[in-house]
């Protein structure tokens, strides 16, 4: 896929209502249906996550469609489950992978078991079945990737550095360490989340830092 047909995809994420649940509803069902003629299934829990595998494999220079791999953002590590019993255990003619957040590992490693795709019990075990960790979050494995100052040049570059420095000096974020001050304006708008989550995954591309989970995700698949 090329990077203008991606972003344009990534775009349409970010048009209309981003409501959680009808942009999330919208998104998976498009990620199924492509799913069933796919070879490889990504299961993320959230659009954030799809964005960034998705712009970090055109960035690798690869087309995920023509390979057949498909991320599936699954509305939530709860419904983990439900999505690896869709797809079954390793022997299926699917090969699976995932991402999730540090904070839901015991979901996905519990679900893992249950469904019948294995026992894993660390963070590496659980990567040798293709199913990565972020620590904590997204957000936070690009912001150490790329650099306070490298976000901040993000922010300056897409016009929004302005808007961060006044958010900085808010009573209750002005004595946060610049990291979480990164980390809450990223997250306080669904908007900005999924644009900059794209752009920041661009730089970590060009520089060599992907962080380990996404680039653990696209080696397994």
């Not at 996905?108 to 199913?131: C, Q, Y």
């Not at 002005?174 to 708008?189: G, H, I, K, N, V």
């Amino acid at each position: 896929m090329a990077v203008a047909d991606h972003r344009e995809r990534a775009g349409g994420t970010l048009d209309g209502p981003l409501g959680g649940n009808a942009a999330s509803l919208r998104a998976t069902a498009r990620a199924l249906a492509a799913a069933e003629s796919a070879v490889a299934v990504v299961l993320v829990e959230g659009i954030s996550d799809q964005v960034a595998l998705e712009t970090a494999a055109v960035g690798r220079g690869r087309d995920l469609a023509a390979e057949r791999v498909v991320v599936v953002p699954i509305g939530g590590a709860h419904a983990i489950g439900n999505f690896l019993t869709r797809w079954g255990p390793p022997g299926s003619r699917v090969r699976l992978a995932g991402l999730c957040d540090l904070r839901e590992k015991e979901i996905f490693r519990r679900a893992l078991e249950t469904a019948g795709v294995g026992s894993p019990r660390t963070r590496a075990e659980l990567a040798r079945f293709g199913f990565h960790v972020c620590v904590d979050d997204l957000e936070d494995e690009l912001i150490r990737a790329v650099g306070v100052t490298g976000v901040e040049e993000v922010f300056d570059a897409h016009g929004d550095l302005r808007s961060f420095r006044a958010f900085q000096i808010q009573p209750a974020w002005r004595d946060r360490p610049p990291e979480a001050q990164l980390w809450r304006f990223l997250r306080s708008s669904s908007r900005r989340n999924l644009r900059y989550v794209r752009l920041l995954v661009e730089v970590a591309v060009r520089r060599d830092v992907l962080p380990g989970p996404l680039d653990g995700v696209l080696t397994t698949v």
